[in-house]
C-alpha cells in the first residue's frame, strides 16, 4: 500500500482520474464524490448534493469539469478546482448504475436501473443515442479505445432464471458486434483486454472469466 486516503462513510462505488494521472475521484453510497491530489496526497473538494448513492463518475477531457452520475437519476457536473455545482446535466428519471466518458471528447454512456443505456453530450446535456433497452439493469461498462469499443453488462431473465449479459458495439456509429450470457447470473464487473478481443469480467460467484468476444 502507497497511500490510504480516508473520508467516505460508506462504500465506494466508482473512481476515475484525470487524463494527466494527478487527480483522483471517488464516489460513494454516502452521496458524495471526494477528490484527492496523487501528487501531494492532499484531499481536494467534496461534493455534495445528490439525493441518492453516488455510483458513476468521470473527468473532462481537459480534467476541469467532473461529471457524477446517481441513484436520484441525474448526471451532474461540478468544478473541479473550487468543488462548486454548475449544473443538472441529465435527468433520467430511474437510478443510474454505471458512468463513463468515451475517449477523445465529451460523450458519456451511462447504464441504468431500468433497463436503459445512453449516450450523452457532456457539453450540452442532450441524449445522441438510446443503445436497445435490456430486460434487466445495465450494472458496468467497459471502453476499449482502439479499435473502438463499448461494452455494457447486467442482468435479465430468461425463462425463469436469472443470467448475465455482456453487449458489445461500435463506438460511433453504435453498430452491435457480439452478445454474451452468462447463467451463473449478474455481471457487474468487466474490463476489456489487450486490442478488445477479450473481456475480463466478474459476477455473483467468486470467478474472475475471461470471455473471447472476436474471433
Known sequence: ILYVFKGHSAEISAIALTEDKAWLASASSDRTVRLWNLKTHEAGPVLKGHRGPVNGVAFSMDGNIVYTASNDGTIQTWDRKTGEFKRVL??????????????QGELLVFGALNGKAHVVDGKTGESVHEFAANQGPYLAIAVQEKPGLLALSGFQKKGGDVIGIIRVVRIGDWAPIETFEDPRGPIWAMDFGSFGTTIYYGGKDDYVTVWQVSP
Request: aromatic fraction near 14%.
Open 90 to 103: 441529465y435527468k433520467h428519471g430511474f437510478g443510474i448504475n454505471a458512468m463513463r466518458r468515451l475517449p
